[in-house]
């Protein structure tokens, strides 16, 4: 993958993309018979390259300031896909996840400065956990328990924060009985290997590799601990650290979804408060009041510091709406319907197929931009399988991709293991699903129902009765860390753009020759005449 495509401190600006003048001509055909078309309805046509698929540079645009490495992914708020460990496995791969709403705002605040907190100045955790000489054994392990922290190893300081001692898992497996203080059992100041602060993470390495040791305290000048490298994370980041997607402050980027609810103003607050950098307004209806005055209100207490990306939308209309007025978004997120767990179209009779949708909007951005010099990227979620749709979505507009369902079955993800005939499958469902709807206020906000329930989380039996699901619940098949997935999206977008000699995505949208094939064109492009197939 690229390592180009950098945080806002050092990233380039936002550049609208310009459509071939094949993708023009062929969408707008369609729209004006008012003819929708989707992914398997078009295919590309290929052109000479001269240069090798790995060197193609995946960076674009999620929001006017973000700029990440990994082709725009993003892990959608659904809370079978993306948690704290979903998104710092994004952040690491150069995507970014969004944190789903159905959590108390605590909950969500403390998922996004874990993520954050997991690197800061180039790969060193900035905040370690620590312990006192005076604790006892128990209150560590106590600490791992309940928080369920994989990692074993703890600083020890005084009450000043200066280092006195490192307690590591060999020292607790010798402990046979009692409950011994941690200052008899910690390895000494004296015998630790630390470094100075402003260390880097190559220096780290080195230091550490060469003094054989697996955990490098950062020290101030007056002995004061500043933080802390681990080996696994320094080594296994040395050939990734390009791809990361950081903030302006060094830390792992990281979003949150909020609703256009007055009353979640405090979830704003405190997600701002605890450093997001982007937070998404989500919702099945995105063109509305509401999300204009949310937006408005979240410009005037905090102006820039925050992005803000507003769903979701399907139509030229729609987008118009939210570009007009003072309070703009920094993206549109695009998809009535077309997730593989949603049912809107089935509910409401709304919906435009996926790419459609996708120009439609990137129609609005271009004549508000022609107008007004204002420009956003589009995000187009839903109904994603493959690799090849992602290329033709970026043949559409689209600057940034949101996944679900592609990414539900990861092992970073927190729905549920389940064994159905040997096969191992992990439990996905829609944000409007009826149990989504019943469970948690945050998937009632997001598809306005029943004003009034969104204030508690448990419902009466009348009102679970009225509930309008707009999605579905079930299993796909587990797929192994998110890592896997991500690599092989990624490198077939680099295939994919290659073959319309392409070596960025911008150059692509400005050359893609797209073709509406017919329904044996689709078969055609299949696996087909062959039995047992796996992939």
């Not at 792992?252 to 007055?262: C, E, K």
């Not at 939210?322 to 993206?331: Q, V």
Request: proline share 4%.
């Amino acid at each position: 993958m690229s390592t180009s495509g950098l945080s806002p401190s050092t990233s380039p600006s936002f550049v609208f993309p310009k459509l071939s003048n094949e993708t023009c001509v062929l969408m707008d055909s369609k729209r004006r018979k008012r003819k929708a078309i989707t992914f398997d309805e078009v295919t590309l046509e290929d052109l000479p390259s001269s240069f090798h698929p790995n060197d193609v540079d995946l960076a674009t645009f999620v929001t006017r300031n973000f700029c990440l490495k990994g082709s725009g992914l993003m892990s959608a708020a659904m809370d079978t896909v993306t948690e704290a460990k979903m998104a710092l496995a994004m952040a690491k791969m150069g995507g970014i996840g969004v944190i789903h709403r159905n959590l108390s705002i605590e909950e969500q605040a403390e998922q996004v400065k874990w993520v954050r907190r997991k690197i800061h100045s180039g790969g060193m955790v900035d905040k370690p956990i620590t312990f006192h000489p005076e604790d006892h054994v128990s209150k560590i392990q106590q600490m791992i328990a309940r928080n369920e922290w994989q990692f074993t190893s703890f600083p020890i300081v005084d009450k000043a924060g200066k280092l006195v001692g490192l307690m590591t898992r060999d020292e607790m497996d010798f402990i046979e009985e009692g409950n011994p203080t941690v200052e008899s059992l910690m390895k000494k100041r004296e015998t630790i290997v630390t470094c100075n602060e402003g260390t880097t993470s190559e220096q780290a390495y080195d230091i550490m590799k060469q003094r054989k040791v697996k955990k490098l305290p950062v020290l101030s000048k007056e002995g004061l601990l500043k933080g802390m490298y681990v080996w696994g994370d320094v080594k296994g980041d040395q050939n990734k650290r390009n791809l990361f997607s950081l903030d302006k402050d060094g830390h792992f980027l990281v979003a949150a979804a909020v609703s256009f609810a007055l009353e979640d103003m405090q979830r704003v607050d405190k997600l701002v408060e605890s450093g997001c950098k982007i937070l998404v307004l989500d919702s099945s209806h995105g063109a509305c009041v509401p999300a204009k005055e949310q937006i408005t209100r979240i410009r005037a207490k905090y102006d820039h510091k925050v992005d803000i990306i507003v769903g979701n939308i399907a139509s030229y209309e729609s987008a118009m709406y939210l570009l007009e007025g003072d309070g703009k978004p920094d993206a549109l997120k695009v998809g009535i319907g077309p997730g593989s767990i949603c049912t809107t179209r089935q509910v409401t009779g709304h919906g435009i197929p996926q790419l459609t949708a996708v120009y439609n909007v990137w129609c609005a951005i271009r004549d508000y931009g022609e107008k007004t010099g204002f420009y956003c990227p589009i995000i187009a979620d839903g109904g994603i399988r493959t690799s090849g749709d992602i290329i033709k979505v970026f043949t559409a507009g689209a600057s940034a991709i949101m996944l679900g369902s592609a990414l539900a079955g990861s092992e970073e993800s927190p729905g549920l293991v389940v064994v159905k005939d040997g096969k191992r499958f992990k439990t996905i469902r829609g944000m409007g699903s009826r149990s989504a709807m019943e469970e948690r206020s945050g998937s009632r906000t997001r598809y306005l129902r029943d004003k009034g329930t969104e204030k508690v989380e448990e419902l009466t039996v009348t009102q679970k009765q009225k509930m309008v699901p707009e999605g579905i619940e079930g299993l796909v098949e587990f797929k192994g860390p998110a890592e896997k997935i991500m690599n092989e999206l990624c490198g077939g977008i680099q295939s994919g753009l290659a073959h319309s000699g392409a070596n960025n995505i911008l150059a692509f949208q400005a050359k893609a020759k797209p073709w509406q094939q017919s329904t044996a064109g689709i078969i055609e492009g299949n696996p087909h005449n062959v039995h047992n197939i796996t992939y």
